[in-house]
């Protein structure tokens, strides 16, 4: 692009030697959906483990779609129980949104605020007395069980997308529910869409998740 600008502004060459040249082909990224049978296998391999924090964590990453970080760092001022609702205010893209939590991981997050430690202000806090919660090698271990080669954590947020849209949403609540980066003015509906992105959780919980208490309730 420099050498076309250099020859039609500049006249400084009379054409770009690059013009011959093949452009490599752009890498098409990662795109791994997991199906309902496999999110079986996901969540009960999840209820196994020995980090009683992963499977919610796992729920509310494919039900959201929210980022692997944006769910380690919540805290209880970040979710509101009584609407059902999460308020990410550090994203990735530096827009606050809400998000709404599907009605099976709203109850396991109701039954950790009844016990939770008061003096602890996040979600999942670390066994350790200072840093962030870790579930690699936890995350990695459930991978293993299940047998599902190649499964990264990102890869749940990409179903979701993917399941979201099967449920009908627009391209605008697609951006709005996965924090894409959008135009300014869409911040203005932040808490206002929240409602109505709610049904995309619902849906894909709906086709993918088995109940979390016949899990537990298998062991």
Request: charge should be positive.
């Amino acid at each position: 692009m420099v050498l076309s600008h250099v020859v039609k502004e500049f006249g400084w060459i009379s054409t770009n030697p690059m013009i011959s040249v093949s452009k490599l082909k752009e890498s098409g990224g990662r795109n791994r959906i997991l199906s309902k049978e496999k999110c079986d296998h996901l969540f009960a391999s999840c209820a196994m483990s020995k980090n009683a924090s992963l499977l919610l964590i796992v729920t509310l990453a494919i039900t959201t779609g929210m980022r692997q970080g944006e769910i380690l760092n919540l805290t209880w001022k970040d979710v509101d129980l009584n609407q059902g609702n999460i308020s990410l205010k550090e994203t990735k893209n530096s827009k606050p949104r809400s998000v709404p939590i599907a009605r099976s991981a709203l109850e396991q997050i109701k039954k950790l605020a009844r016990n939770r430690n008061l003096q602890i202000p996040f979600l999942f806090p670390s066994k350790k007395r200072f840093g962030q919660i870790s579930i690699r090698k936890a995350w990695d271990e459930a991978v293993l069980r299940c047998a599902i080669k190649d499964l990264h954590f990102h890869d749940l947020r990409h179903t979701f997308c993917t399941y979201a849209a099967k449920a009908g949403a627009s391209n605008f609540q697609l951006q709005r529910a996965m924090g894409h980066s959008s135009p300014e003015m869409t911040a203005h509906y932040t808490h206002l869409e929240v409602d109505h992105i709610r049904h995309l959780s619902d849906f894909v919980e709906a086709s993918l998740l088995t109940p979390i208490g016949t899990l537990h309730g298998a062991h």
